[in-house]
Each structure stands twice: as structure tokens, then as C-alpha cells.
């Protein structure tokens, strides 16, 4: 199950006033730590607290997060929703509602689709408007431009613009989605050679390993 986990704040600052931070703020400090600590469960009681208070809005993320982690797609958008409403130039509540629409989209019906992809695809954007270095944002923009037909925006040529941003952002993760594309053209001695430049940047990174031994599996490469 993909998670949200991890996705850190500049949380001094969200729970910041003129007069330091608010003593109240404990309660939820422990809440966040228990999410991130794998303990949902556990930071429920204190988030739910939070709504109608002056921190609604940081409740209101995580809450988002848990029922996202859930799959419970429906409560993590009007969590996320509310939580975008309270803060509009938050790039990190933005790009949470923008992956809650994003990873919905298998989940609704047919004729759902297309309005659920919009909703994904202009909350992405939305994301690189307040912050363009947002590597995660720029990511999931790219890999749904590679992905999504035609029809519901979807552009290999975007995605090759995208692919070149984030190189230039992360280049490991730029060498990572740049094989992706590859891949998808079937262009296997160049998709190939990404990884290898992704190995080379980070060579005990899990993900590069990963992706790069996935690669070889595929192409029926047992021994590399």
C-alpha cells in the first residue's frame, strides 16, 4: 500500500504565532510523531481535537494522510480539501490532495474517470505553481502525463519536459523516470543506460537498485 508517511513539514512554522510557538501545540506534536512513527491509530484522539482550533489546518493534513493510507479516498479529500481551504499556499497540503485525486483514480467508476483525472492533473500543477522545485509533485505530474491516455491530458512530450525538470531538480530521480520513458517506448539500450547513470549517482540507493534489477527481470537478464 503506497503512504504518505514521510512527507515532512516545516511544522515549527505552521504551529508558530507572534508570541512562539503555542504550548498547546504538544498534544499534536505527539499526534504527527505517531503517524510518522507508524502509529495511526494512535494520533487520531488528538488530531480530531485540533478541528476548529487554530491548527485545524495541520490536523486536517494528517487526518487526510491516515484515511489516504486507508485507501478511504473520499475522507482524505474533504480532509485535504478543508485542510487546502484553511491554507491555500501550502505546497504540502496541495500536493497531498493532489495525490489523494491522483491514486483515486483507479477507484471510482468508468464515468467518474475523467473528472477525478482533471481534478488530479490541475491540483499537480497547482503544486509546481506555489513551489516549482517540488520534486515529488513534479514526479507524480510526470508520470501521469506518461500514463494517462490522451484524452484525460496525458502527453509523452510533456512527460520528456517534465523528465528533463526533474533531472535538473534530482538528477538520480531524473535518470529513474527518464528510463521509465524509455521503457514505455520500448527504447531498451537507452532506458538501460539511465539506470546505469542512476547507479552511478547512487549505487546503494534501494530504489535504483530496485528499479534497476526490475528492469533486468524483465528483459530476462537472471544473472545481471
Do not use: C
Not at 92 to 104: K, P
Not at 110 to 131: C, E, H, M, S, V
Request: cysteine-free; hydrophobic content about 40%.
Amino acid at each position: 500500500m503506497k503512504t504518505m508517511r514521510g512527507a515532512t513539514l516545516g511544522l515549527m512554522a505552521l504551529l508558530a504565532t507572534a508570541g512562539g510557538v503555542r504550548a498547546q501545540a504538544g498534544s499534536l506534536l505527539e499526534a504527527i510523531a505517531a503517524y510518522e512513527d507508524g502509529r495511526p491509530e494512535d494520533a487520531l484522539p488528538a488530531l480530531e481535537q485540533e478541528l476548529g482550533g487554530p491548527d485545524e489546518a495541520l490536523a486536517r493534513l494528517y487526518l487526510g494522510r491516515i484515511h489516504y493510507d486507508r485507501e478511504e479516498w473520499d475522507e482524505a479529500e474533504e480532509h485535504l480539501e478543508r485542510a487546502l481551504e484553511l491554507r491555500p499556499e501550502d505546497v504540502e497540503i496541495s500536493y497531498a490532495l493532489g495525490l489523494a485525486y491522483l491514486d483515486h483514480i483507479q477507484h471510482v467508476s468508468f464515468r467518474r474517470k475523467r473528472g477525478q483525472a482533471n481534478k488530479a492533473l490541475n491540483q499537480l500543477i497547482a503544486t509546481l505553481y506555489l513551489d516549482p522545485g517540488h520534486v515529488d509533485a513534479r514526479v507524480s505530474l510526470a508520470s501521469y502525463y506518461l500514463n494517462a491516455p490522451g484524452i484525460a491530458g496525458g502527453s509523452k512530450d510533456r512527460a520528456r519536459e517534465q523528465m528533463d525538470a526533474i533531472t535538473s531538480l534530482d538528477p538520480r530521480r531524473g535518470h529513474l523516470f527518464r528510463a521509465e520513458v524509455h521503457e514505455s517506448e520500448e527504447e531498451w539500450d537507452e532506458a538501460w543506460a539511465a539506470y546505469q547513470e542512476a547507479l552511478r549517482l547512487a549505487p546503494t540507493d534501494p530504489q535504483v537498485l530496485y528499479a534497476s534489477g526490475m528492469f533486468k527481470q524483465a528483459r530476462e537478464a537472471w544473472a545481471e
